[in-house]
C-alpha cells in the first residue's frame, strides 16, 4: 500500500507541475524591439550679395544687397550678421539694418535674429531697402581723399543651434569665442 500510496503522490505531483508548468508558458510575453537611431543636426547658411562698382555721388542712392541664407533642413538657431565699417565710412555713407534684425547690445555692428527649423531655404536681407546712401554734403575733396582711403561696409554671417542657448547674448558669446 505505501508502493501505491507514493506512487499515486509522485502521479498528483507530477500532475501538478505539468499544469503549472503549462500556465506559466501561457502567461509569459515579451515586448518588439525598439530600435533608437541618432542622427546628426546640422545649420548650413550662406552670404552673398551682388558685386558692382559702387561709385559715389553726393546725394545718389546705391543697390547694395547682402543677404544672408540659413539654407533647408538646417537646425533652428541663432543666425548673427557683424557689419564692420572702417573709421571714414559715416564721412560718406549712411545705411540702415533691414527689419527683423536687433542689434546685440553691448557689441557694435552685431545683429541677430531667431530661425526657426525649415524645409525650406530661408533668406534675409541684411540692409533696408537693399541700399546705402552717398551723404549729400560729400565735397570733391572728400571724394579725392577717398580714392586713396575708399570707405569700406564689409558683412560675415554667425549661426550656432538654438537649443541650450536662451539668449542670443549667451550664444554670441559661444559663436565669438
Not at 526657426?116 to 572728400?142: E, H, I, R
Request: aromatic content about 8%; proline content about 2%.
Amino acid at each position: 500500500m505505501k508502493k501505491k500510496t507514493l506512487a499515486l503522490v509522485l502521479a498528483l505531483t507530477l500532475l501538478v507541475a505539468g499544469v503549472v508548468g503549462g500556465t506559466l508558458a501561457w502567461l509569459t510575453d515579451q515586448t518588439a524591439e525598439v530600435k533608437n537611431t541618432f542622427t546628426v543636426g546640422d545649420i548650413n547658411i550662406g552670404l552673398t550679395e551682388t558685386t558692382a562698382d559702387y561709385k559715389m555721388v553726393p546725394g545718389n542712392t546705391i543697390a547694395k544687397d547682402p543677404t544672408v541664407t540659413v539654407e533647408a533642413n538646417s537646425e533652428a538657431c541663432w543666425l548673427f550678421v557683424k557689419v564692420t565699417e572702417s573709421a571714414n565710412l559715416k564721412d560718406f555713407i549712411t545705411y540702415a539694418i533691414a527689419e527683423g534684425w536687433t542689434a546685440l547690445s553691448g557689441v557694435d555692428g552685431v545683429y541677430y535674429r531667431e530661425v526657426p527649423a525649415s524645409t525650406a531655404d530661408q533668406t534675409f536681407s541684411v540692409l533696408a531697402d537693399d541700399a546705402v546712401t552717398v551723404k549729400s554734403n560729400v565735397t570733391k575733396t572728400m571724394l579725392e581723399t577717398a580714392k586713396t582711403d575708399a570707405p569700406t561696409l564689409t558683412f560675415k554671417a554667425y549661426a550656432i543651434q538654438k537649443d541650450h542657448f536662451a539668449t542670443a547674448d549667451a550664444a554670441w558669446a559661444e559663436v565669438s569665442k
